[in-house]
């Protein structure tokens, strides 16, 4: 069985900065792309950013390109999001998933989910 822990999240003034990180426990999933999605209350949700397994390869939802980035550290078995300049609509519950995939340039969200982590941006 597959767990991820995600952590990091709290309330920060608009302008602020986050790091959020995932933690992967059972099932190695270093060799798989792993991502993160968010959904705030009332609202689908929505993807925000997704790393390949060697770190090379990563993309972004329109909403958070050149203020989010994405990382991992497979010796810790840890995917980060590193959150600048972060806005009031980037309140959500932030949660991570693996394995991820692209497919058609679309990012398809696999079966296992962390509990999530609020990110709460005062204004």
């Known amino acids: 069985q597959v767990q991820l822990v995600e952590s990091g999240g709290g309330l920060v003034q608009a302008g602020g900065s986050l790091r959020l990180s995932c933690v992967i426990s059972?099932?190695?999933?270093?060799?798989?792309?792993m991502g993160w999605f968010r959904q705030a209350p009332g609202k689908e949700r929505e993807f925000v950013a997704t790393?390949?397994?060697?770190?090379?390869?990563?993309a972004y939802g329109d909403s958070v390109k050149g203020r989010f980035t994405v990382s991992r550290d497979n010796a810790k078995r840890t995917m980060y999001l590193q959150m600048n300049t972060l806005k009031p609509e980037d309140t959500a519950v932030y949660y991570c998933?693996?394995?991820?995939?692209?497919?058609?340039?679309?990012?398809?969200?696999?079966?296992?989910w962390g509990q999530g982590t609020q990110v709460t941006v005062s204004s």
């Open positions: 059972g099932r190695t999933f270093t060799r798989y792309r």
């Open positions: 790393i390949s397994w060697s770190g090379g390869d990563t």
């Open positions: 998933n693996a394995p991820l995939q692209i497919i058609g340039n679309s990012p398809h969200p696999g079966d296992y």
